[in-house]
Structures are given as structure tokens and as C-alpha cells.
């Protein structure tokens, strides 16, 4: 197995030393490894029940010729493209293996959708010759709405082209035993259902149907990925409290609970870059809940040592014979380093399990229970609210802005809303009073409820580097409302650390949501389905005290993006202000 962990812990060495003692000397390997739900909670509610990943390298293993004979039949028949609909745990760990491990010649090529904005959907949509596509249909719970509107708008338009009594051949299901898309899928006659373990969460799913299927499809080596995972296992049997995952997870959480680092900022090498953003879920909704969590901080664009706080700690993920960046800055300055070194894109199927035991162990060390998601449901409640009001009277509830402004909208609440509208300067002076409010320990989290493009990234990118120095914190990026399904549970579960900017705009293209899939009426949209979202979630923030601002970017979004980023004062200005 080629791997290889190197750690630099600086002052932090005997704090470490004394959590691994803790870890030795409570047998949390052993008992985990037992299923013994006491590691984490007197209570074996979502514990006992959620610890199959530990056997999915075997058990997903086991299942493989069926998989793979699948597989080739769909390359046998033509199929070009491989369309995973799904969120959160259906989609990242997909979206690693398609990056990295890339389609094998002659099998179709896989892409991902996870998001909800009107253009990402048309895009998929117009980008793709969907007679030659084979849709998976990926949620666990087999509920999820987003999941489900994708179905619905891509089975009427596959059944559009090749009739409805050819459509179900062209989707795929993966999912639990019993839920509501085994039912829809037998129901319109899909071409497979694959039922995956229901002691898996989401996020611990890599190396199970989740992650495996589709990564079969595009012709990885499943074989080689899953043996990794089981070399990878059986490293964790053998080794017991001295397994390199366990001792990740236990630097991470004893940084994170006694010295406040809990900035887990993850530098990822270009080949390993999707890497970022599944262990950005893993980690934020195993461990953001109780008012306590690890923030991951994925693709932050790399700077000088001095621009980062002393709340931080950082996880260098590369190819062996790739460069090691700035570590030795890092090192320097003082701050937590923690190298991992994997000799070949194949190894993530072992460092995925890895992590996953991390995760575990340092939820332990936290005293969370890292399987449950208690905050998830707020943010989906309003948003339901407000599609029910929507249908009920044909628009959605929308506040007054506090300021209005050359195409801006801007909605503020909590004690800045009054500095916002008495005193800001527009738009500008309404970012720079709420961005006033960050102190050292916070986080900045951008969210983009707006087509997800290169150049909107990059111009977001942009703007988390100026606020990186121009406030000295952490920064995350999202788009909505694809990280609902993953730091969302932070964000509301964790100390209350974040300012939260969010950004939506008036989408140019809105394509409807069949009520039935197949069926002639759409009472909802994709463009109504985000506009609720947003403010749904925006409300859940704030019924828990949380500080959140609104910039609604009107019809020139990447225009009126430019023009905030533009007006954030640098860290020199602000310090002969």
C-alpha cells in the first residue's frame, strides 16, 4: 500500500501524545471495531446502526461481479455518458473518483449534478446526447428533493426522445432497501436498483454502492480502488490504537478541543483536488453539532504563512513525486503540519477509509456522536414553507431589503441591519459593516447560490483571498444548495463562529419540475425551487443567532459579483484606516 503520513506538530507534540494515551488506554479501536456504541453515546440510536462502512471494502467487494458485469453491458450498448443525480454523499465521493481515477477508452464518461440552479441543469441537460445517457439516481434516504426533481425533469425528457416505454432503461438506482426510490424505480421501470447497505450515513459511503457503482460505470478499476480500502482495514486490525487513521483523527480532534485549532485546512495536489470537498462533508457534518466542530477549509487558495490565524491546522494530501508546496513556511511559522503521500491515484480507495476512521475518532475525542445530523432539517423545513406558500399564492415570501442599489438587493438582519440601512455607504458599506463584526477564531463562509461556471469560482476565489487578508480568518466557499448537504450541519451545529454571506441572483433560464415524471404538468421550477432555498436557509441561520447577509445580484450576477469583491478594503487599507 503506498502511503506515507509525516507530522510536524511543533509545541502541540505532548498535547497529541497525551490524547493518544486516552485513545490507548479506552481501547477505542477495539470497541469500535466490536460495534460497541459507548465510544460515542450511552445510546445506541444512529451508532450502532451506522458503523457498516468499516465493512465496506469486504462487503462492496463481494457484491463486485454483478457490478461489473453491469458495467460492461452498458459499455457493450453504446452508452456515452453516465449521469450521476445526486447530493452530498451520493455525489462527492463520484466526483473524486472520476476526477482522479478518469473514465477507462471505450466506457462512457461520468459527470456529476448537484446542483439546483436553473443553467447547471440546462447545461447537463443540452450538453449531453441523453439518448446514449444512463442516469444514476442516488439518495440513501431515497427522498431527497433534489434528487427527485432531477429525475423527474431528466426522465421526461429522456421519454421526450425515446418514448416512455424505453425511458426507465436509461436510469439507474442506488439506494436503501425499502425507501421511496426503490418504490419509483420499479414504478417506472428502471434499468437496475442497486441497494446498498442501510448501516452506512452518506458521508461514510465511499467504498460502498454509493461511490463503486458509478466509478464502474466510467470503467475505474473498482477492484483496485476497493483493495485499497481492505488493505487499509485490515492495517486498522492490525495496528489497533497505532493505525495511522487513528492517529490522524486523534491530532485533529485534540487540536481542534484544547488548543482552538479547529481550522482543518486541507491543501490538496491538482490530481487529488476533488479530495477536498468529500472531506470537507465528512468532517463538518460528523463533527459540527453541540456547539462544537471542525471546520474544514478545502480549496483555499495557498498564501504565505502570515496570513493565518493561530486557529489553524493543515493536511497536505499530494503524489509522492509531486512538489510540497509551502509546508516548510508553515512548519516554520509554527503551525500544525500534518504530510500524507500516496504513491498512486488508486490509493484514495485505502485514505478514504482512512479518513473515515479519522472522523470517527475524532468525533470520540470531541464527545459528539459523528453519525448523527441533528441541524440538516432546519434549513429544508423553511424551504418547504416557502415553496408551500409559493404554490398557494404564485410567489415566493420576500422580505425588504435593507438596501437597494445599482442592481443590488442587500438583506441584513440582527444588529448590523440598523448600522446597514442609517449609515452604509450602499452596497460596498453594507459587506463592509456586516465583515466588521469578524473577530479572530471566526470563519467567513460565501455561499453561491448562482451558476456554478470557472469564472464565477475563480472571481469567488478571489474574493476569499482578499478576505483571508483582509480579516486574518478562514474562509469557505460553497455552491448552494449543494453544500447544504454538507457543511450546512456545521454551520448551524457548531460555536457560532460564522459570518455568512450569501449570493443569489435572477437565474436567465428557468426549466420547470414535472410534477410526475413523465406528466404534462409543473406547478414548480428550478429557478423557484433555489430562490427557496437560499432564504430558507437563510432564516434557519437566523433562528439560531447566527450572523448572515444577503446580496441578491439581480439580472447581471458575474457584473455586480465583480463590484462587491472590488469594494473589499485590503488588510494595508484597513490598517491605516
Do not use: C
Not at 443590488?408 to 450602499?426: L, Q
Request: proline residues 6%; charged residues 25%; negative net charge.
Amino acid at each position: 500500500m503506498g502511503y506515507k503520513q509525516n507530522a510536524s506538530l511543533g509545541a502541540h507534540e505532548d498535547t497529541v501524545a497525551g490524547a493518544l494515551s486516552e485513545v490507548r488506554e479506552g481501547r477505542i479501536v477495539g470497541r469500535m471495531l466490536e460495534g460497541d456504541h459507548t465510544v460515542w453515546g450511552p445510546e445506541p440510536e444512529e451508532i450502532a446502526n451506522r458503523l457498516g462502512w468499516l465493512e465496506s471494502p469486504e462487503n462492496t467487494g463481494n457484491a463486485l461481479r454483478g457490478i461489473l458485469d453491469f458495467a460492461e453491458t452498458i459499455r457493450a450498448e453504446g452508452i456515452e455518458h453516465v449521469l450521476l443525480l445526486g447530493m452530498g454523499g451520493s455525489s462527492l465521493a463520484p466526483e473524486v473518483f472520476g476526477f482522479a481515477l478518469q473514465s477507462k477508452e471505450g466506457y462512457p464518461d461520468l459527470a456529476v449534478l448537484d446542483s439546483t440552479d436553473p443553467e447547471a441543469v440546462s447545461g447537463r441537460a443540452e450538453g449531453l446526447d441523453l439518448s446514449r445517457t444512463l442516469f444514476v439516481v442516488s439518495t440513501k434516504s431515497g427522498g431527497t428533493e433534489e434528487t427527485f426533481s432531477f429525475f423527474k425533469y431528466f426522465y421526461s425528457r429522456v421519454a421526450e426522445i425515446v418514448g416512455e416505454e424505453r425511458a426507465g432503461s436509461h436510469f439507474v438506482a442506488i439506494t436503501d432497501p425499502g425507501s421511496g426510490l426503490a418504490d419509483t424505480a420499479e414504478k417506472y421501470g428502471f434499468r437496475e436498483t442497486f441497494l446498498n447497505d442501510p448501516n452506512i450515513g452518506g458521508r461514510y459511503s465511499a467504498l460502498s454502492h454509493f461511490g463503486i457503482v458509478p466509478a464502474a460505470l466510467s470503467g475505474v478499476d473498482v477492484e483496485r480502488l476497493l483493495g485499497s480500502g481492505r488493505a487499509a482495514k485490515d492495517e486498522l486490525v492490525a495496528l489497533g490504537e497505532d493505525d495511522p487513521g487513528v492517529w490522524l483523527g486523534t491530532a485533529v480532534g485534540e487540536l481542534a478541543r484544547s488548543a482552538g485549532r479547529d481550522k482543518l485546512t486541507l491543501l490538496t495536489s491538482p490530481v487529488l483536488a476533488p479530495f477536498g470537498p468529500w472531506a470537507e462533508q465528512l468532517v463538518a457534518e460528523s463533527t459540527g453539532k453541540d456547539g462544537v466542530g471542525i471546520l474544514p477549509v478545502a480549496e483555499e487558495p495557498e498564501g504565505p504563512p502570515d496570513v493565518y490565524g493561530e486557529d489553524r491546522v493543515f493536511v497536505s494530501l499530494r503524489l509522492r513525486d509531486e512538489g510540497d508546496g509551502s509546508l516548510d513556511g508553515l512548519r516554520d511559522a509554527g503551525h500544525p503540519v500534518i504530510e500524507i503521500l500516496l504513491d498512486d491515484p488508486y490509493d484514495l480507495g485505502g485514505e478514504m477509509f482512512r479518513w473515515e476512521v479519522a472522523t470517527a475518532v475524532s468525533g470520540w475525542r470531541l464527545g459528539i456522536n459523528p453519525f448523527d445530523q441533528p441541524n440538516v432539517e432546519s434549513a429544508k423545513v423553511q424551504a418547504r414553507k416557502m415553496v408551500a406558500e409559493y404554490r398557494e399564492k404564485g410567489e415566493l415570501p420576500e422580505p425588504e431589503p435593507t438596501v437597494e442599489e445599482g442592481g443590488i438587493s442587500v438583506y441584513s438582519e440582527g444588529e448590523a441591519a440598523g448600522e446597514v440601512a442609517g449609515e452604509a455607504a450602499g452596497v460596498e458599506g453594507a459587506l463592509e459593516t456586516f465583515l466588521s463584526q469578524a473577530k479572530p477564531g471566526d470563519y467567513v463562509s460565501l455561499q453561491a447560490y448562482l451558476p456554478p461556471s470557472e469564472a464565477t469560482t475563480e472571481a469567488l476565489q478571489g474574493m476569499r483571498v482578499r478576505l483571508r487578508e483582509r480579516l486574518k480568518v478562514a474562509t469557505t466557499l460553497g455552491y448552494g444548495p449543494r453544500f447544504l448537504h454538507s457543511t450546512g450541519q456545521l454551520h448551524k451545529g457548531d460555536g457560532g463562529n460564522g459570518l455568512f454571506v450569501q449570493f443569489t441572483a435572477d437565474p436567465e433560464e428557468d426549466p420547470p419540475i414535472p410534477d410526475e415524471a413523465g406528466g404534462p404538468e409543473a406547478t414548480l421550477t428550478f429557478g423557484v425551487l433555489e430562490a427557496a432555498q437560499a432564504p430558507g436557509d437563510r432564516q434557519a441561520l437566523l433562528d439560531i443567532d447566527r450572523r448572515v447577509i444577503r446580496f441578491h445580484l439581480g439580472a447581471d450576477a458575474s457584473g455586480n459579483l465583480r463590484r462587491l469583491i472590488d469594494g473589499i478594503r485590503g488588510g494595508h487599507e484597513r490598517r491605516e484606516a
